[in-house]
């Protein structure tokens, strides 16, 4: 990313960057400017934006059972850990995960698949329908078992808790014809309100070739875009004519038999190649191949494949992170993004996912805060208020008080410290309005500011308790507090309740002023006249 170096003067011969008629965003920033990606602020605005979409899910609905304990010891009679079982719980899988992401999304589930009719049906039910998710699509089979996967989890000296083995209770053959009828039948019910159809394919019976075939059509028909997570097998045909499809590079490797698995973290035109293999072959309009730590390849059809990145992360655990993507893609392109930004959100989910023990779905707001963090990384704390304004706005919404004060902060002591942490501990998040020397010159006369403001600006930026540190030009900041609108304003016990600069504008909609109390003998002032005291001597 390009910097912006300062903004001199209009005058010419004036070699100053700090010129009263020099007030840019790049001269009044502390150090060489890097600008906010348009990527980042365009995702934080597009999710701020987010509306509920009604999706359905097709697939394999498994139900994992998690039975965690201590594995301190070995057997007696043969060298393996005994598991003390301290707790029992039961998630969603496969394609029940896939919904759940999807609830957590703030999307309108509806869930269409294959039970059994037993106890375990009834338990999958109750977790999808805790989620929010209509479960009324799910068809009882007197034949096979509700798919169940046993996760046995031991916890060793207190460490983070490791999956031993897994235990399976299922069936794989195919669904009988009858129940592929009424599953077909229920797909028309359900997608004439649906804004995407989802197909999690586990390989487990449900999704054969012909019900495949019929559920992308009719969806085509019916102008439904269709998503599809496949299977782990060697013929994608059965997903020909979806809209996108969502391999990891093991999948597209044996599904294309072009070896992409030999230099993962190298060169991708293997992952070209596979991607514009399953393109052709299946006349795909996207294809969004996984690479697990280096992103995702995008490959849009009449376009050139495109590598997104994704952000390095401690993982700590892989599972879900497919069907994570599944569900941001349909979901952010049901909201009207487009495909290189459905991808970017995708990976910042599934980079939420991967840091987590187990299958936990990704809520919508903390993607969002995942992009805010990201953006503070990108751009430190300094902002203009346009910029500030929909950061503001998103913290909002999840529940954050934002807490504001202002000053000229010259020559920053304890007393400014203990100020600035008490003003922080008002609310959530604490934006610090600072003077420019020009407005300063104003206000105090010649001779002031001792610290310019970039000076200013990089000493406040390091400080824990402040989030965002704006410079305003004008003698007041009624023109940043009334855009910013904070929930509670925070002056210095020196002033009165009516002294305070937009005390009434504030509690007019329900905000309040806070009055800190200030450390006594700590001033700017006071440094200033002892430092003159001193070298009058």
């Known amino acids: 990313m390009g910097k912006i170096s300062s903004t001199r003067c209009s005058n010419k011969r004036c070699r100053a960057t700090d010129c009263d008629r020099s007030l840019s965003l790049a001269a009044i920033l502390p150090y060489p400017f890097t600008p906010m990606p348009d990527a980042t602020d365009h995702l934080i605005r597009f999710v701020d934006r987010w509306q509920p979409r009604r999706i359905v899910v097709v697939g394999d609905f498994m139900l994992d059972r998690y039975i965690y304990g201590n594995a301190d010891r070995l ?155 496949p299977a782990a097998i060697d013929d994608y045909a059965k997903y020909r004519g979806a809209t996108c499809i969502t391999p990891n590079r093991t999948e597209a490797s044996l599904a294309t038999g072009i070896n992409g698995l030999d230099t993962p973290n190298g060169s991708n035109r293997t992952a070209h ?48 992170a497919g069907d994570v993507v599944l569900a941001m893609l349909a979901a952010a392109t049901a909201n009207g993004a487009d495909w290189p930004s459905a991808v970017e959100l995708a990976n910042v989910a599934a980079g939420l996912e991967v840091e987590q023990f187990g299958i936990v779905p990704i809520p919508l707001d903390d993607v969002l805060l995942s992009l805010l963090r990201q953006k503070h990384e990108e751009l430190g704390k300094v902002r203009t208020l346009d910029q500030v304004l929909p950061e503001l706005a998103a913290y909002r919404k999840q529940g954050k008080q934002i807490a504001f004060t202002n000053g000229c902060f010259d020559i920053l002591h304890a007393g400014h410290v203990a100020y600035l942490r008490a003003a922080r501990q008002a609310g959530d998040l604490l934006v610090v ?7 300063i010159r104003r206000i105090k006369g010649k001779g002031r500011p001792v610290n310019k403001q970039d000076d200013r600006v990089m000493v406040l930026s390091e400080l824990q308790c402040i989030d965002y540190v704006i410079v305003f030009d004008q003698d007041t900041p009624t023109k940043l507090i009334r855009a910013i609108k904070p929930e509670v304003l925070v002056k210095g016990a020196d002033y009165k309740r009516d002294q305070v600069v937009g005390g009434d504008m504030v509690e007019s909609y329900g905000g309040r002023v806070e009055l800190v109390k200030l450390k006594r003998g700590r001033s700017t002032t006071n440094i200033i006249r002892k430092i003159k005291a001193e070298n009058a001597r």
């Open 433 to 439: 309005a600072i003077n420019s020397d020009r407005s």
């Open 75 to 229: 057997s007696p009679d043969a060298p393996v850990p005994v598991l003390s079982t301290q707790r029992i719980e039961f998630n969603a899988g496969g394609a029940s995960n896939v919904c759940l992401d999807l609830a957590a999304l703030r999307c309108h589930v509806s869930c269409l698949g294959v039970v059994g009719k037993d106890d375990t049906a009834t338990q999958l039910r109750r977790v999808l329908s805790d989620a929010g998710c209509d479960a009324s699509g799910l068809i009882e089979c007197d034949d096979r078992p509700t798919t169940v996967k046993h996760n046995f989890v031991g916890l060793a000296q207190h460490r983070h808790p490791q999956k031993m083995f897994r235990l399976d209770d299922e069936s794989r053959a195919p669904i009988p014809a009858g129940a592929s009828k009424k599953l077909l039948a229920r797909a028309k019910r359900l997608l004439k309100n649906a804004s995407a159809l989802c197909i999690e394919d586990y390989n487990k019976g449900v999704l054969a070739p012909a019900l495949c075939r019929s559920l992308i059509t009719l969806a085509k028909k019916m102008r439904v875009p269709v998503f599809v997570d």
């Open 273 to 320: 190649a596979m991607a514009r293999t399953l393109q052709r072959k299946l006349n795909l309009q996207t294809v969004v191949l996984t690479l697990d730590k280096q992103g995702a390849l995008l490959l849009e059809k009449g376009k050139s494949p495109r590598l997104i990145p994704t952000r390095a992360r401690d993982v700590y655990d892989v599972s879900g």
